[in-house]
Structure formats: structure tokens, C-alpha cells
């Protein structure tokens, strides 16, 4: 039996992103629901255990799960309805503007969901061995970050006992911790750019602070073993082009991959979503809506973040997109945004004269003094002084709508005026 059902919002994700943009449209009376397909709200916060969470979004320090307990509860307070253990194995658009969702779940079966508007909160995924096509044999042992924080953190399972890192992303340095709490020595960190992929506070506290040696400009250039890891080899790099004459053998058990995150977009394309190949995300204008009308996203299913505080309040500025969407306000104009020089991405992708907006960058440089510029039709607009800019941290900027009060191209800068390499 097919079970059918509507609401004004559908939610898809019930991460940091998707409860705070649900707590938003259930908050203003819209019937919202969230559809998950883990047995639990909260996303990957609730397997990570550290604290660091909630400083700005919360205004106080917490662990990930009490981040995750909490944006629940603010969540179902507003009246949200929380579809847990479910799948949302298709999606489309129908004539009328609505959208068609069929979920797959164990407790219901299939059930057809009808919704007026569509907040895309997936969130990302891990890159993992295949990514990379780093030659070798394929033996047990080899984990991405986040598998292993699940097994150590949720199950309770050691996943080694001698263990290299590969990429220095956030989520492979809190590991790194992790695993030295834990009793699993980290012989290596390797990272084949000249600087470190993740924040410096996790650099300083989860490697320095435990002598764990950090190799930049190296590669795994291979994973040996039969059953179980038994070494990586690892060479310097020089123009990117690994240094086999200079090669060196390490020895492990375990072999973590920390070397960044795809935002999980499949049901994005399957609506006709365009995508943006600089975040891997969609592309929105100023309101967080995507080229299809009535589909909304935030948070790590749009670009990368480096704080979940963000991903939760980008995701609550969509849910309240929605809410003028569905009372019926014109959509914002496009006109386009750009990254120019020292910037992978801008987003959002579009901005709408006479309105402030709030504007995301991903730097390309390592650079203790830099100006962020922005020019409309060539003409500087806004800029900004800039210390300690480092591509492992998001850039965020507000330009006033009095300084956009003309149709154009908004293009964005990051002049350097003295770069460090690490």
C-alpha cells in the first residue's frame, strides 16, 4: 500500500542544516517536514564527541551531540514532523509547481509526499581511496575519517593500532587526537599541499601538541599488505610530480583518508538543479533558491563549511526564503556574482540590487595581509583588510544593499600583498 501525504515544506536531511531551516518554516506555521534516512536526527554530530560547537549559533560551547540534541529540539518545539529511517529515492517537479517525493521506509513502506517547496539539506559525503587512485593492494584497514569516528565513537571499536593520515582536513586531525586518546599511536600525518588542510587551532591541538609529525608536499604513493594494511610508502613532492628516489616506508595497521568532502547533490540533479563545479553545490541567488523554482539549499550540501554554526544559520536564512516563496514574494533578480583572483568561489552566485547580502569565499591563498575588493561594472565598491587568511578558512563578508543599488556584475578579489607559505 502506497501512503500518500502533504506538507507546505519538505526538509530533506535532518543535519545541523536541515533542522535549523525546518525550526525556521515550522516556527511561522507551515507544515514542515524532515525526512532522514538514519534512524537519528542530528547528522554527523553525534559522533563527534569533541567540543568546539555552538559558539556563535548558540552563543556557548558544546560537544556535537549536545549540538545535535539541541537544533532537534528547536526543531520539533516548532512543530516540525521528523521522518527518521527513511529514503527519499525520488524527486520531481510537477506541472503545478509542486514537488513529488517518494520515501522508502521501513516502519511505513513507500509513501508518495506532496510539497509546496523543497529545502535541500543533504549535507556531504567523504572522498575516499577510489578518489585518489592510489595504486597498491586492498587490504583491511582503510577507513575514511569519518567511518572511523563512527566506529571508535558510536561502536566502540578500536579500528587500530598503528595508523597513518592522509590529508590534513579537520575531521582527520581530530582523529589524530582520537586515536592517540584511544591508545592507537599515529606514526604520520600526509598532505600533499605546502599547508595544512584544516584549522590551525586543530594543527596547534591535535598534532603539535602530541609530537605527531605533519609531511606537506608528500603523497601516499602506495598501500602494501595482505589481510591487513602493513605499510604506506611516501614521497616528496616537486611540482606536484612525487620524488621516487627520495621515497620512504612507514609502517601501520590502519590507513585514515581525511582529503575532503563532496556535498551529496544526486537528488539536486535529479530536480534539474544546475550545479556549480567550483563548490560542487548548486547555484542560488540571494535567497538560497536554486535555478528550479520553489527548491531552496544551505549548508554543506551547497559549499563546504568550516563551522557547523554556519551551515545552521545559512540554512535557517533558506527556510525563511521559503516562507517568502510561499507567501507568494517575487524572487530575488540575478544578477551575477564572480570569484576573481585568489577566490575559488562567491556564494550565493547572484545578487539583487538595494539588498544586503551576506557573501561566502573559499581564499586560494596563504597570506598574512590581503584586501577583499568588490567591484560592480568595474567600479570598487566595498573592500576590506584582511590577516591571517588561509584556504582551510571560509571567508565571509556583508555588503549593504546601499553600495548595490545598480544592475550588473558583481565581481570579488583577493589582492595579496605579502604571501607565506607554510
Same mark, same amino acid.
Given at each position: ?38 534512524? +537519528?536526527?542530528?547528522?554527523? /554530530? ?15 560551547? /558544546? ?54 517547496? +523543497? ?141 575532503? +568532502? ?161
Amino acid at each position: 500500500m502506497i501512503h500518500l501525504q502533504s506538507c507546505d515544506i519538505a526538509v530533506i536531511g535532518a543535519g545541523a542544516a536541515g533542522l535549523a531551516a525546518a525550526a525556521e518554516t515550522a516556527a511561522a506555521g507551515r507544515s514542515t517536514i524532515v525526512i532522514d534516512r538514519e534512524e +537519528l536526527p542530528g547528522g554527523i /554530530l553525534r559522533q563527534c564527541i569533541h567540543n568546539g560547537f555552538g559558539l556563535t549559533y548558540f552563543k556557548e560551547e /558544546l560537544t556535537g551531540p549536545e549540538y545535535a540534541c539541541r537544533i532537534t529540539g528547536l526543531a520539533r518545539q516548532a512543530g516540525a514532523e521528523l521522518r527518521l529511517g527513511c529514503a527519499v529515492i525520488s524527486a520531481v517537479r510537477n506541472a503545478d509547481g509542486t514537488f513529488e517525493l517518494t520515501l522508502l521506509s521501513a516502519a511505513d513502506g513507500v509513501t508518495k509526499l506532496t510539497a509546496r517547496a +523543497l529545502i535541500l539539506a543533504m549535507g556531504c559525503r567523504e572522498r575516499n581511496r577510489g578518489n585518489l587512485a592510489i595504486p597498491g593492494t586492498r587490504p583491511a584497514g582503510i577507513y575514511t575519517a569519518g567511518a572511523a569516528q563512527k566506529l571508535l565513537n558510536l561502536e566502540g571499536v578500536l579500528p587500530g593500532r598503528r595508523a597513518v593520515i592522509v590529508g590534513s582536513g579537520d575531521i582527520g586531525l581530530i582523529m589524530a587526537r582520537r586515536f592517540r586518546w584511544s591508545g592507537i599511536e599515529v606514526e604520520a600525518v600526509i598532505e600533499i599541499m605546502r599547508h595544512p588542510s584544516g584549522l590551525p587551532r586543530n594543527i596547534a591541538q591535535c598534532l603539535n601538541d602530541f609530537g605527531i609529525p605533519l609531511h606537506l608536499e608528500h603523497s601516499v604513493i602506495e598501500i602494501g599488505g595482505r589481510e591487513r594494511v602493513e605499510y604506506v610508502d611516501v614521497a616528496p613532492l616537486s611540482d606536484g610530480v612525487p620524488q621516487l628516489e627520495r621515497k620512504f616506508r612507514i609502517l601501520c595497521d590502519t590507513v585514515l583518508f581525511s582529503v575532503g +568532502l563532496i556535498p551529496e547533490n544526486e537528488l539536486s540533479a535529479e530536480l534539474g538543479v544546475e550545479l556549480n563545479p567550483a563548490t560542487g553545490g548548486a547555484v542560488v541567488d540571494c535567497d538560497c533558491q536554486t535555478s528550479v523554482p520553489g527548491v531552496f539549499a544551505g549548508g554543506n550540501v551547497l559549499h563546504v563549511h568550516d563551522l557547523v554554526d554556519f551551515v545552521s544559520a545559512e540554512a535557517a536564512a533558506a527556510g525563511r526564503a521559503a516562507l517568502r516563496y510561499l507567501d507568494g514574494q517575487p524572487a530575488a533578480a540575478k544578477n551575477p556574482v564572480r570569484a576573481g583572483a585568489n577566490l575559488k568561489y562567491a556564494i550565493p552566485n547572484y545578487f539583487s540590487p538595494a539588498r544586503t547580502t551576506e557573501f561566502s569565499f573559499r581564499p586560494l591563498i596563504l597570506s598574512n595581509d590581503a584586501t577583499l575588493t568588490a567591484e560592480l561594472n568595474g567600479e570598487t565598491v566595498w573592500k576590506r583588510r584582511l590577516r591571517h587568511i588561509r584556504p582551510a578558512e571560509m571567508l565571509k563578508a556583508q555588503l549593504p544593499g546601499d553600495l548595490l543599488q545598480q544592475d550588473g556584475e558583481l565581481v570579488f578579489n583577493l589582492i595579496q600583498e605579502e604571501v607565506q607559505h607554510a
